[in-house]
């Protein structure tokens, strides 16, 4: 079954003005900083990735490596040995299918099996990301801002100002993709919430974020991550669902094209009630 097209999805969303679209979470690693990896089979997955679609994913996004603060890379092997029974599991999954990985080599090969948008934490750093967006044109791809990598990110992030800066690395990312050929029309840029930034970092984006919506679309990715706790009291994962869902409103009115989410259904209730008080038709 062939998947929907991503840029279509975008442009139709944009013209019905029922955005954000909701991208759902699917990790396939043993320490996911949510709590969520996935190892119990492909069934299982499967199942997953359904009950995502159902309550209201558009998109799902794969990753077979963690990111969190403080994680090692793994082996290519590794993150092949993980990734790639799940997208064979998803292969008759008619949504567009997002790679969550740092190597094209594995992005090319998930290609065989549906993956349209290259999800990349370095930024498009790596060259062969180019050659990829060069040679597909159907590719599309998240440039996303971290500072240092997930090893070392949280350690000590410091800015001048973080808008300005991130705004610099979106401006000079896109200009050289364009350069290279690749339209900012197969782009959508990500401040990369909790990536080298502090609390306060995060929440200077979040209330800055109309400085980066000349770019193109903009993905917001606030889900369960630990800036959104007290400062004084840790919370769980799963128990940063409400938090979380207080970012996706505030980015649902400040212009946010896509949230990367755990609970699409939480994001979906949040754009239709907003629309319902807009006067708007239902999501």
């Not at 097209?5 to 019905?16: S, Y």
């Not at 060069?134 to 410091?158: S, W």
């Not at 004084?232 to 009115?253: C, F, G, N, Q, Y």
Request: charged share 25%.
């Amino acid at each position: 079954m062939p998947r929907a097209d991503l840029r279509e999805i975008l442009k139709n969303a944009r013209r019905e003005r029922n955005l954000p679209l909701i991208m759902g979470v699917i990790n396939v690693t043993p320490d996911s900083f949510s709590g969520d990896g996935l190892l119990s089979g492909t069934t299982s997955l499967l199942d997953h990735a359904l009950r995502l679609i159902d309550s209201g994913a558009q998109i799902l996004d794969v990753g077979a490596e963690s990111t969190r603060p403080g994680s090692r890379p793994v082996s290519a092997d590794e993150e092949r040995s993980r990734l790639f029974p799940a997208i064979k599991a998803l292969a008759e999954i008619p949504v567009p299918l997002s790679i969550d990985t740092r190597r094209p080599g594995i992005f090319r090969e998930a290609m065989d099996f549906g993956a349209t948008l290259i999800n990349d934490v370095g930024g498009l750093r790596d060259p062969g990301f180019l050659t990829i967006l060069q040679e597909n044109p159907e590719i599309m791809a998240v440039v996303m801002h971290m500072q240092g990598t997930p090893e070392t990110m949280q350690r000590d992030p410091f800015y001048e100002d973080v808008v300005s800066e991130v705004y610099h690395f979106f401006s000079e990312r896109s200009q050289m993709l364009e350069r290279s050929g690749i339209h900012r029309d197969r782009l959508i840029f990500d401040p990369g919430l909790g990536f080298g930034k502090t609390t306060d970092h995060n929440f200077l984006l979040l209330r800055h974020m109309n400085s980066f919506l000349e770019m193109g679309p903009l993905l917001i990715a606030p889900s369960r991550k630990r800036f959104l706790d007290d400062r004084d009291h840790p919370k769980a994962p799963e128990d940063r669902d409400i938090p979380t869902a207080a970012v996706m409103a505030w980015s649902t009115l400040h212009g946010a094209s896509l949230f990367r989410t755990h609970r699409p259904d939480i994001a979906v209730q949040i754009r239709r009630v907003l629309r319902s008080i807009a006067g708007e038709d239902h999501a």
